[in-house]
């Protein structure tokens, strides 16, 4: 991070307390002069420092109650300070409450036309937007639909679809970008990426520690109203652990095993079950193609039909393949994502020319969650690399499974590596 770059926030020594009263009786004695007050003071925050620079994303973390919603409220204008000084240089676009103000008997269209003019952004500009904030919430023929025949799902979308195609210098955010499914989230933080680099600088609260690591330039960590911690993000995250008695868990992809199934016609059973639970429209992507999938079949290792897997068991993935006998060396690959579009892991497997099945089994030793699934064929030119035949992005969702509460973790850190322990005790 540049340390020279504009400050866009600055805050110190900023507290805030709050009066609590016992009764109503003694909150309406509070505002009459010459009678005894009857109340105690709470410190929501007490005498918080940090700043924001411009292309800079900042993330607050803490356990409930430690202050965190409170301070962004301060910076919005929607509490006002006790003590302490805050300076906000630059537009602020807040997601405090996402959709908060929309009107459901108005279309999506018309509320993000209101909702623009509300906040005061340039309508002209909005509707230069239009078209890329429709495409971004990918609504189809419901953008131009009441919002209240909205799912919950398609509520969200639009909304930050909205507030991700504004144009302000500080974006303040309170948990919002754990919202939608994981194709979504994919391309909102591909959004913030794009954002960033044209300076425009995030403050973000959220429980979330690994989009805390994955986001983050510097966290500021809070506890019980109190500043712990302001600066590297590892830092902070590790005093937050170690202060919460928690262990978050994160990610990695093991390989098991590949295995091509060459005897076709010995498969009949199977390669019809195959195209009966297809889990993808393969067809729409496989036209003038040298090579193509015509289906895909998941299941776990009890030979249920599923894409949700619990932690280091496997999943299974059927293919029925063709590819043209001209291509020398095929290759299936298949690339896991995780909701910040980073690549878990990649697998690529030599496959045949001409008809065939093809199973592929994974372990799954990730942190639990949501990740996506891309699959392509390609032709290898050498060990490395390759020749894309065919490609088909999003192809599923993976969901990993564990109960902390009632199990041991199989592993902490970023990834399981096998391991051989000996010990021999020392006799003296």
């Not at 199973?359 to 699959?375: E, H, M, R, V």
């Amino acid at each position: 991070m540049n340390n020279s770059k504009l400050s866009v926030i600055e805050v110190k020594k900023l507290t805030k307390s709050f009066k609590l009263f016992h009764s109503n009786k003694d909150r309406l004695l509070n505002i009459i002069p010459f009678v005894n007050k009857k109340f105690d003071m709470h410190t929501s925050l007490d005498n918080i420092s940090f700043d924001l620079k411009k292309g800079e994303f900042v993330s607050i973390i803490g356990k409930n109650g430690s202050g965190k919603s409170t301070l962004l409220k301060i910076l919005c204008g929607v509490l006002q300070k006790t003590s302490g000084e805050y300076r906000v240089n630059g537009s602020v676009v807040s997601l405090l409450e996402l959709g908060t103000g929309f009107n459901p008997e108005l279309s999506g269209r018309d509320n993000i036309i209101a909702s623009s003019k509300t906040m005061n952004f340039d309508i002209n500009y909005i509707y230069s937007k239009m078209d890329e904030i429709e495409g971004f919430a990918d609504l189809e023929e419901y953008f131009d639909m009441p919002i209240k025949t909205y799912s919950s799902g398609m509520y969200v979308r639009l909304a930050m679809s909205l507030f991700l195609h504004l144009n302000p210098d500080i974006f303040i955010i309170d948990e919002a970008l754990s919202v939608g499914d994981i194709f979504f989230q994919q391309k909102c933080f591909a959004k913030i990426e794009e954002m960033r680099k044209n300076e425009v600088a995030f403050l973000f609260v959220s429980h979330d520690i690994n989009t805390v690591l994955n986001m983050s330039d510097r966290v500021l960590l809070l506890d019980h109203s109190k500043q712990i911690y302001f600066g590297d993000k590892h830092e902070a995250c590790k005093l937050y652990y170690d202060s919460d008695k928690k262990e978050k868990y994160k990610k990695t992809v093991q390989i098991n095993s590949s295995q091509i199934l060459e005897s076709v016609g010995e498969n009949d059973a199977l390669i019809n079950k195959i195209y009966k639970n297809n889990i993808f429209d393969f067809n729409k992507l496989n036209e003038n193609k040298e090579g193509f999938i015509k289906a895909c079949m998941v299941e776990d290792e009890n030979g249920k039909l599923t894409t949700s897997v619990d932690l280091m068991k496997s999943l299974t993935f059927y293919f029925i393949t063709r590819i043209e006998e001209n291509i020398k060396n095929p290759a299936i690959v298949l690339k896991i994502k995780d909701k910040y579009n980073n690549k878990i892991s990649v697998v690529n497997k030599n496959i045949f020319s001409g008809d065939q099945l093809i199973k592929l089994s994974i372990i799954f030793t990730i942190q639990p969650g949501q990740y996506s699934i891309d699959i392509s064929l390609g032709n290898r030119i050498n060990i490395n690399r390759g020749d894309v035949l065919a490609e088909y992005p999003n192809v599923s969702v993976v969901d990993v499974n564990f109960d902390y509460n009632k199990k041991e973790s199989p592993f902490y850190g970023i990834t399981y590596m096998e391991n051989i322990v000996e010990i021999e005790r020392i006799l003296k």
